[in-house]
């Protein structure tokens, strides 16, 4: 069975940084890319950023360009993302999903984790 | 970016009824879409691929249609269980969602 299990989120100041990790397990990771999703309260979802297989090819949404960096360690089976200046508007459940087609960076979502939320405030 | 914009914001709709959920692009996009239904609390679960896919173990009351611009999500009789939000969503990068429909009981 397909897991995504993320950690790291917390309640940080405006300002700060936070680094999330996604640990994946019951599928060849070093096969598909990952992407990161969030969620803010009682709102829709937005892709924050993916990185390919080889981590050839990475791809942030322009509201956190400059200040989110997306990583991945095959050897660890395991997704990050280094979130630095973070502001309020970035308050968020953070999902890791897996891309769908193996190799594809150009693909649909299946399966996302649980998420981990970050609240940034003072 | 491609905009995906959805409508109706909400449904209001009966058990059994008969669901429709647009999606519009702001430029062609092939068949490059998915649906997905989320519920609260939950992560988002996809339903259908490549616009009319159906996901392995999705009831078939689900359907999705549509090419370039113009896409929508059927639920040919609706269900308890199917009152939920979704999305849905264009996967030429950047990867971008329609803002959600909520259906409700009416």
């Known amino acids: 069975e397909v897991q995504l299990v993320e950690s790291g989120g917390g309640l940080v100041q405006p300002g700060r940084s936070l680094r999330l990790s996604c640990a994946a397990s019951?599928?060849?990771?070093?096969?598909?890319?990952m992407h990161w999703v969030r969620q803010a309260p009682g709102k829709g979802l937005e892709w924050v950023s993916g990185i390919s297989w080889n981590s050839g090819s990475i791809g942030y949404a322009d509201s956190v360009k400059g200040r989110f960096t997306i990583s991945r360690d095959n050897a660890k089976n395991s997704l990050y993302l280094q979130m630095n200046s973070l502001r309020a508007e970035d308050t968020a459940l953070y999902y890791c999903?897996?891309?769908?087609?193996?190799?594809?960076?150009?693909?649909?979502?299946?399966?996302w984790g649980q998420g981990t939320l970050v609240t940034v405030s003072s | 970016d491609i905009q995906m914009t959805q409508s109706p914001s909400t449904l209001s709709a009966s058990v059994g009824d008969r669901v429709t959920i647009t999606c519009r692009a702001s430029q062609s996009i092939s068949s490059w879409l998915a649906w997905y239904q989320q519920k609260p609390g939950k992560a988002p679960k996809l339903l259908i691929y490549?616009?009319?896919s159906l996901e392995s173990g999705v009831p078939s009351r689900f359907s999705g249609s549509g090419s370039g611009t113009e896409f929508t999500l059927t639920i040919s009789s609706l269900q308890p269980d199917d009152f939920a939000t979704y999305y849905c969503q264009q996967y030429n990068s950047p990867w971008t969602f329609g803002q959600g429909t909520k259906v409700e009981i009416k």
């Open positions: 490549k616009a009319s």
């Open positions: 999903a897996k891309s769908a087609v193996r190799v594809e960076l150009l693909s649909w979502f299946d399966p």
């Open positions: 019951g599928f060849t990771f070093d096969d598909y890319a």
